[in-house]
Structure formats: structure tokens, C-alpha cells
């Protein structure tokens, strides 16, 4: 076989394939809408629900006359919007949620600790590495760089370590 008949080959494999997923997606296409547009509508209850959680909490009814004009005001918006056949389950079940999602928001113990009085030992100390920046800055005289051996002392120690000098005046990195 020549290659020419090899890519024919494959233009007929392939369009046998798609064929058969066209096939495969139209007789299930209603099963795959209906899913759809299940999650659709779940999705508009559970944002419906909501704001007709935080709306009604700001009246000063009982709770469950908040409930119910919760549920009034869900039953009235899915109307407004053409959703019919949403079970009441469905409407008290995303209240529920929404009521819990609202406390947890408003929970203020949930924020974590933070302990104001640590000892020095216990506190982590970032090490700085000396980078292409820091040499940058050093070759234009703007700010001195430290070895990283001794930034490491400085951060570990609080104590800058002084290089040691030769008679030359050449420095010498302590290791």
C-alpha cells in the first residue's frame, strides 16, 4: 500500500468513528439535556435560596416564619423565571444550606489563634540567600550584600560575623 492509500485508510477509520459517537450522543442527547438542566435548576435554587436566606434574616420575624418567607420568596423567583416542578425538599434543603452557609460566614470564633507572646527560640527566622539582585545592587554601590554563609549566622545568631582580613587586605569567607 502506497502512503496515499494509507491516509485514505484513515480518513475512512476515522469517519466511521464519528459516525458512531454522533450516534452514540443522539440516542442519549435527552438523558444528557435532562441532566443538564437538572444541575441548572439546582444551581438557581441554591443561589435563589440564598439571597432569600439573607434577605429574610434581616427581618424581625421566628425562625420559622423566615423559613416560610424564604420558601415564598424561592417559589415566587422560579415562577417569575418559568421553573415548574421543584419539589419542596428541594426548596427546604437548599434553605438549610444556605442558613448553615450564612452561619459558618458569620462565625467569628473560626478565624485561628494567633498567640501574641512567643519566645525568641521559637520563632522562625527566614534565611536570605544572596541573589543576582543583591549582587546588583552591591556592584552599584547601593546596599551591601553578605555572603551566605554569613547571612546564615546573622539570621541563626542576631550577630553579624566580621570577615577575617590578611595582610594584603584581601578578605577571606569564613566556612
Do not use: C
Request: no cysteine; proline share 4%; glycine share 4%.
Amino acid at each position: 500500500m502506497t502512503t496515499k492509500d494509507w491516509i485514505y485508510l484513515g480518513i475512512t477509520v476515522a469517519s466511521y468513528i464519528i459516525a458512531i459517537i454522533a450516534g452514540i450522543y443522539t440516542k442519549n442527547r435527552a438523558k444528557i439535556n435532562k441532566a443538564t438542566a437538572v444541575g441548572k435548576t439546582l444551581d438557581v435554587v441554591g443561589q435563589l435560596a440564598t439571597y432569600a436566606v439573607h434577605e429574610t434574616e434581616s427581618l424581625d420575624l421566628e425562625n420559622e416564619q423566615k423559613r416560610q418567607a424564604a420558601v415564598q420568596i424561592i417559589n415566587q423567583s422560579l415562577s417569575w423565571f418559568g421553573i415548574k416542578d421543584v419539589t419542596p425538599n428541594t426548596v427546604n434543603g437548599a434553605i438549610e444550606k444556605a442558613v448553615n452557609a450564612m452561619h459558618l460566614a458569620n462565625d467569628e470564633s473560626a478565624e485561628p489563634e494567633i498567640a501574641k507572646d512567643v519566645p525568641a527560640d521559637q520563632l522562625m527566622k527566614p534565611a536570605v540567600e544572596n541573589t543576582a539582585e543583591t549582587q546588583t545592587k552591591t556592584a552599584a554601590g547601593k546596599s551591601k550584600a553578605q555572603d551566605k554563609p554569613e547571612q546564615q549566622i546573622m539570621a541563626n545568631n542576631g550577630q553579624p560575623v566580621e570577615p577575617e582580613h590578611q595582610a594584603d587586605n584581601e578578605v577571606v569567607k569564613n566556612d
